[in-house]
Nanobody, 114 residues
Framework: VQLQASGGGLVQAGGSLRLSCAAS????????MDWFRQVPGKEREFVAA????????YYADSVKGRFTISRDNAKNTVYLQMNSLKPEDTAVYFC????????WGQGTLVTVSS
């Protein structure tokens, strides 16, 4: 199983980024997907989750109204649209596929400058 996250980078506060996570080696449409983020020295924290068919979405309070999670099961890809970015959103972002087991991608760095 591979989860390849991409789309991170450096952006000014108030800007936007779109993260992608391409999955392979698993039956993508049968997995719930989520995004977590981690700042060095801190615990990994939940950002957003989406159900297998995309009907249900959940967000951390800190990103609600600014971030949108979506998925394209035909492309085996989950996305995270991040708008109105803040410096405190700076972190490595990881995608996760979970069912009975959980699989993690390698992470993509998002840096938001003030």
């Amino acid at each position: 199983v591979q989860l390849q996250a991409s789309g991170g980078g450096l952006v000014q506060a108030g800007g936007s980024l779109r993260l992608s996570c391409a999955a392979s080696g698993l039956s993508f449409s049968t997995y719930n997907m989520d995004w977590f983020r981690q700042v060095p020295g801190k615990e990994r924290e939940f950002v957003a989750a989406i159900s297998r068919n995309g009907a249900n979405k959940y967000y951390a309070d800190s990103v609600k109204g600014r971030f949108t999670i979506s998925r394209d099961n035909a492309k085996n890809t989950v996305y995270l649209q991040m708008n109105s970015l803040k410096p405190e959103d700076t972190a490595v972002y990881f995608c996760n596929a979970y069912r009975a087991l959980s699989y993690w991608g390698q992470g993509t760095l998002v840096t938001v400058s003030s």
